[in-house]
T-cell receptor, first 115, second 108 residues
């Protein structure tokens, strides 16, 4: 059974389109995250949700909007896609809110390519 | 804010012990040090975490000096399957940042 799953695995789209990436975890964790990994492999946190509430919102464009319908799901919606949005997006979850002590479990990633 | 510095890449041979050092001069009192491993086309995977001194688990050891301004991940007797990128992660509840990662290549 997959602990943290993401769909789709690959996403190719045109500039200006709106797209969503879905994430689900079956670990019963309270906290979920979205990370962006660029071509240089830097992994940067974008958002963090705890029990459906936003607790971290890093400096990302307003075109990115996370949505958490329940604590097992954290979806990422991106409006007006730009070339610079091309990256691999990882979803992760952890048991609590302490990122420094909680082990994070990562999904397989979604490779987004904007043409 | 803690910032980490790691070597960009390292090469090793099968059976050798590999030590990867991470510098975090601005580590805060509440910060823990965590290491993750990432294979191509996969998400990072937790390896080990520590606060001070030495921590050991079934896959690695983590050495942290008294000043906590650096840490060393030690992988005993690496194999080809240990070829991956290793990330040092330092932070607290409100800010956790991955370093640039060290690409370890294990050669036969």
């Amino acid at each position: 059974d997959t602990a943290v799953s993401q769909t789709p695995k690959y996403l190719v789209t045109q500039m200006g389109n709106d797209k969503s990436i879905k994430c689900e975890q079956n670990l019963g964790h309270d906290t979920m995250y979205w990370y962006k990994q660029d071509s240089k492999k830097f992994l940067k946190i974008m958002f963090s949700y705890n029990n459906k509430e936003l607790i971290i919102n890093e400096t990302v464009p307003n075109r990115f909007s996370p949505k958490s319908p329940d604590k097992a799901h954290l979806n990422l919606h991106i409006n007006s896609l730009e070339l610079g949005d091309s990256a691999v997006y990882f979803c992760a979850s952890s048991p609590g809110t302490s990122r420094s002590t909680d082990t994070q479990y990562f999904g397989p990633g979604t490779r987004l390519t904007v043409l | 804010l803690a910032k980490t510095t790691q070597p960009i890449s390292m090469d090793s041979y099968e059976g050798q012990e590999v030590n990867i050092t991470c510098s975090h001069n601005n580590i805060a009192t509440n910060d823990y040090i965590t290491w993750y491993q990432q294979f191509p086309s996969q998400g990072p995977r937790f390896i080990i975490q520590g606060y001070k001194t030495k921590v050991t688990n079934e896959v690695a050891s983590l050495f942290i000096p008294a000043d906590r301004k650096s840490s060393t991940l030690s992988l005993p007797r690496v194999s080809l399957s240990d070829t991956a990128v290793y990330y040092c992660l330092v932070g607290d509840t409100n800010d956790m940042r991955f370093g640039a990662g060290t690409r370890l290549t294990v050669k036969p």
